[in-house]
């Protein structure tokens, strides 16, 4: 079993829907907890960073982590054709630098 | 910004050759990475350095081997290239120890036939 799993989808919803992306890990020393956007033929680059549990709000987007549950999860508000990426989630413990990437979600969103 | 610039987007080898994969990155980060990207498989990471002339095997650092000569530059060596070793590379850095995020670059797709 992967550390974080993620679902690959895809996952394909109509302009200005409100998507929820979600994983779940194993480690309980995760603490540290980031979203990844891919876009097609490029890098991932940072899109959200939480510390332990909580919210985080950033524009239209919303990091949420249950660490009880072991749950994390991204929301996008009023989604836009040009959300359309692969999203991967990610944890890293305090005592490591290196995160444990989930395998990433591919996200359609159709005018 | 960061920048991390892999040398080349697409490559093409044949089986059995030395392949050097370079990145730069511009920022003074300490950290280093090589990861592989495959559908279904997600990011895996190869290795890792922490500082000049220093690397730590990562999930998968077999058929592979780095270099890192200069703070600026890592290089990921495949000795003797196979086809499994087609995939998309890609190459992160990190500023310091911690939770700090990984700035990837736009990564190379390796062909080996």
């Known amino acids: 079993q992967k550390e974080v799993e993620q679902d690959p989808g895809p996952l394909s919803v109509p302009e200005g829907a409100i998507v929820s992306l979600n994983c779940t890990y194993s480690?309980?020393?995760?603490?540290?907890f980031m979203w990844y956007r891919q876009y097609s033929r490029k890098g991932p680059e940072l899109l959200m960073y939480?510390?332990?549990?909580g919210n985080k709000e950033d524009g239209r987007f919303t990091a949420q982590v249950d660490k009880s549950s072991k749950y994390i999860s991204l929301f996008i508000r009023d989604s836009q054709p040009s959300d359309s990426a692969t999203y991967l989630c990610?944890?890293?413990?305090?005592?490591?630098?290196?995160?444990?990437f989930g395998r990433g979600t591919s996200l359609i969103v159709h005018p | 910004d960061v920048k991390v610039t892999q040398s080349s987007r697409y490559l093409v080898k044949r089986t059995g050759e030395k392949v050097f994969l370079e990145c730069v990155q511009d920022?003074?980060?300490?950290?280093m990475f090589w990861y592989r990207q495959d559908p279904g498989l997600g990011l895996r990471l190869i290795y890792f350095s922490y500082d000049v002339k220093m690397k730590e095997k990562g999930d998968i650092p077999e058929g592979y081997s780095v270099s890192r000569e200069k703070k600026e530059r890592f290089s990921l060596i495949l000795e003797s290239a196979s086809t499994n070793q087609t995939s998309m590379y890609l190459c992160?850095?990190?500023?310091?120890?911690?939770?700090?995020?990984?700035?990837f670059g736009n990564g190379t797709r390796l062909t080996v036939t």
């Open positions: 480690n309980s020393a995760f603490q540290y």
């Open positions: 939480t510390y332990s549990s």
């Open positions: 920022m003074d980060h300490e950290n």
């Open positions: 990610a944890g890293s413990s305090g005592g490591s630098y290196i995160p444990t």
């Open positions: 992160a850095s990190s500023l310091v120890q911690g939770a700090e995020s990984l700035h």
